[in-house]
């Protein structure tokens, strides 16, 4: 009877080996050339599977089951020791092409795991095989060494209690998780961005000139860590700014909302928020707060004091000073004559033919303003502020129909001038000015240019000239849409000119 049940066992093992097997290296095989066609790098750990582990298991299963070779020889101890080797090698190998599946593909579950984990698996992979090698393999019992085992450890802790201190502070920081790869970091005062968590140290990529930095985990563990995460994190500045007392606090809140409205870095929601912060003993304090994605912060904070200092200028305020200075920062603003203002306004074709009583005239209603590079002068939709005629610099002016893109449809350069709504009231504009480099502006009220136009039937078709010049051009580069979208405007201001 139990010769019978040999035989049986012998049969359903000879045919699981000689059935199974095959379809086991034919789904391996088929799996792993899918794999390295994708680029997969798991492709490697599974035909290490079918060339190298499968094999050793099939001799080891016939020798052990078929032929009937009993675990106590010596040789077949050996061979079972070759089979866990093999598994741990294929094991190690398909550990590492995991932890690289985030260069490969960035939005993979990999790319969230820090490096340290995988070197965590892999030595315990490590120092289970060889244990059960030892013990379940060769019948070593491994408790016997176990006093020993600890002295020498002891032994072994003090002589590397700093290299041990990185690699528990580096377990430590897998726990916690504090950052991850690709997060911006304040460690200690430096900026840093993580590139890759060790067992024993992490690599950071320096702010300030882009240099490799390696810093023990030890370290890490007593730093300070401020994380302001990665791209598409939404982060709040806040930055003080004085302003002399002389200095109404509305005005220069609006001015500096203004500004803070004009930066396309800053998000709208949450809005940014400007306040009257404390009174100093020379200076009004204002505090400016505002969202934005933290990797923008750098440029934003360029273009917001960049347009701050040229918003200051045209609205004539006063930035505090310390108490020593002596002066006011209106003093140092180079100041635009009556004369200068006059003599840039017969050098534009537009004023060319206008007597010499009616350019005095129109400098007093006439401002001089200047603007940053890529600053906003006049937007889409939104009522010109007066007549602009360009002093100094280039200007670009810009469309964009429904939810299509920005085009840019013309530049303008000195002598040239823009901003015809505003001889329409409130109309709003029906393209964008920015300043393509530094641009000195005059600005002459709308009410003024309406008067001359009443007084002078030669200016009113010369201008009106110059708009249906302008307004041809604009609708050849934008199309028929936008003809459409001007015609209410354009109808409007040759009704006007129709009633001189």
Same mark, same amino acid.
């Given at each position: 009877?139990e010769a019978?049940?040999?035989?049986?066992?012998?049969?359903?093992?000879?045919?699981?080996?000689?059935?199974?097997?095959?379809?086991?290296? =034919? @789904?391996?095989?088929?799996?792993? %050339?899918?794999?390295?066609?994708?680029?997969n790098?798991?492709a490697?750990?599974?035909?290490?599977?079918?060339?190298?582990?499968?094999?050793?298991?099939?001799?080891?299963?016939?020798?052990?089951?078929?032929?009937g @070779?009993?675990?106590?020889?010596?040789?077949?101890?050996?061979l079972?020791?070759?089979?866990?080797?093999t598994?741990? &090698?294929?094991?190690?190998? =398909?550990?590492?092409?995991?932890?690289?599946?985030?260069?490969?593909?960035?939005?993979?579950? @990999?790319?969230?795991?820090?490096?340290l984990?995988?070197v965590?698996?892999?030595t315990?992979?490590?120092?289970?095989?060889?244990?059960?090698i030892?013990?379940g393999?060769?019948?070593?019992e491994?408790?016997?060494?176990?006093?020993?085992?600890?002295?020498?450890?002891?032994?072994?802790?003090?002589?590397?209690q700093?290299?041990?201190?990185?690699?528990?502070?580096?377990f430590?920081?897998?726990?916690d998780?504090p950052?991850?790869?690709?997060?911006?970091c304040q460690?200690?005062?430096?900026?840093?961005?993580?590139?890759?968590?060790?067992?024993?140290?992490?690599?950071?990529?320096?702010?300030?000139?882009?240099?490799?930095?390696?810093? !023990?985990?030890?370290?890490?563990?007593?730093?300070?860590?401020?994380?302001?995460g990665?791209?598409?994190?939404?982060?709040?500045?806040r930055h003080?700014?004085?302003? +002399?007392?002389?200095?109404?606090?509305?005005?220069?809140?609006?001015?500096?909302?203004?500004?803070? %409205? +004009?930066?396309?870095?800053?998000?709208?929601d949450?809005?940014?928020?400007?306040?009257?912060?404390?009174?100093?003993?020379?200076?009004?304090?204002?505090?400016?707060?505002?969202?934005?994605?933290?990797?923008?912060?750098?440029?934003?904070?360029? $273009?917001?004091?960049?347009?701050?200092?040229?918003?200051?200028?045209?609205?004539?305020?006063?930035?505090?000073?310390?108490?020593?200075?002596?002066?006011?920062?209106?003093?140092?603003?180079?100041?635009?004559?009556?004369?200068?203002?006059?003599?840039?306004?017969?050098?534009?074709?537009?004023?060319?033919?206008?007597? !010499?009583?009616?350019?005095?005239?129109?400098?007093?209603?006439?401002?001089? $303003?200047?603007y940053?590079?890529?600053? $906003?002068?006049?937007?889409?939709?939104?009522?010109?502020?007066?007549? &602009?005629?360009?002093?100094?610099?280039?200007?670009?002016?810009?469309?964009?129909?429904?939810?299509?893109?920005?085009?840019?449809?013309?530049? $303008?350069?000195?002598?040239?001038?823009?901003?015809?709504?505003?001889?329409?009231?409130?109309?709003?504009?029906p393209?964008?000015?920015?300043?393509?480099?530094d641009?000195?502006? =005059?600005?002459?009220?709308?009410?003024a240019?309406?008067?001359?136009?009443?007084?002078? !039937?030669?200016?009113?078709?010369?201008?009106?000239?110059?708009?249906?010049k302008r307004?041809?051009?604009?609708?050849?580069?934008v199309?028929?849409?936008?003809?459409?979208?001007?015609?209410t405007?354009r109808?409007?201001?040759?009704?006007?000119?129709?009633?001189?």
């Open positions: 009877m019978s049940f040999l035989k049986q066992e012998i049969f359903l093992w000879g045919l699981g080996l000689v059935l199974g097997m095959p379809i086991l290296i =034919l @789904v391996l095989g088929e799996w792993s %050339e899918r794999l390295a066609r994708r680029g790098p798991l490697q750990g599974l035909r290490q599977i079918r060339h190298v582990v499968l094999p050793v298991l099939v001799v080891l299963l016939v020798l052990r089951h078929l032929v @070779v009993t675990d106590a020889a010596a040789w077949l101890q050996s079972e020791t070759l089979l866990w080797l598994v741990a &090698y294929a094991g190690l190998t =398909l550990l590492r092409n995991t932890s690289t599946f985030s260069d490969l593909y960035p939005t993979a579950w @990999v790319s969230g795991v820090p490096g984990f995988f965590l698996v892999r315990v992979m490590i120092f289970w095989v060889l244990a059960y030892l013990a393999v060769w019948g070593i491994l408790g016997r060494y176990a006093t020993s085992l600890g002295f020498a450890g002891m032994a072994v802790a003090f002589a590397l700093e290299p041990l201190s990185n690699l528990v502070s580096g430590l920081l897998l726990a998780r950052f991850q790869v690709g997060d911006w460690i200690d005062g430096r900026w840093v961005l993580v590139q890759q968590t060790g067992w024993r140290t992490t690599r950071f990529e320096s702010y300030e000139d882009g240099a490799t930095v390696v810093v !023990p985990n030890g370290v890490l563990g007593k730093a300070d860590i401020i994380n302001y990665q791209r598409g994190t939404r982060h709040v500045m003080m700014i004085h302003f +002399s007392h002389d200095d109404p606090p509305n005005v220069v809140k609006q001015v500096i909302m203004g500004v803070l %409205e +004009s930066v396309d870095e800053i998000l709208a949450p809005a940014p928020e400007v306040m009257t912060y404390a009174y100093e003993e020379n200076a009004i304090v204002y505090r400016m707060s505002f969202y934005l994605d933290f990797w923008d912060w750098v440029p934003a904070r360029d $273009h917001v004091y960049t347009q701050l200092y040229y918003a200051i200028r045209r609205h004539g305020l006063t930035l505090a000073r310390p108490l020593a200075f002596r002066g006011g920062i209106n003093a140092l603003k180079p100041q635009k004559s009556v004369q200068q203002i006059a003599d840039t306004l017969r050098a534009s074709s537009l004023f060319a033919s206008l007597p !010499p009583e009616t350019i005095d005239g129109l400098v007093t209603a006439t401002s001089v $303003h200047d940053a590079e890529n600053e $906003h002068i006049v937007r889409q939709g939104k009522p010109d502020d007066g007549f &602009y005629v360009i002093v100094t610099g280039e200007v670009t002016v810009t469309m964009q129909v429904g939810a299509g893109p920005v085009q840019h449809i013309a530049y $303008h350069t000195a002598g040239d001038f823009f901003g015809e709504m505003a001889l329409l009231g409130n109309e709003p504009s393209v964008g000015v920015i300043a393509a480099t641009v000195r502006v =005059l600005i002459i009220d709308g009410h240019i309406t008067q001359l136009l009443d007084q002078s !039937p030669q200016f009113a078709l010369e201008m009106n000239f110059f708009i249906e307004q041809t051009h604009i609708n050849t580069m199309g028929v849409e936008t003809e459409r979208r001007n015609q405007a109808h409007d201001w040759i009704s006007m000119i129709k009633k001189l």
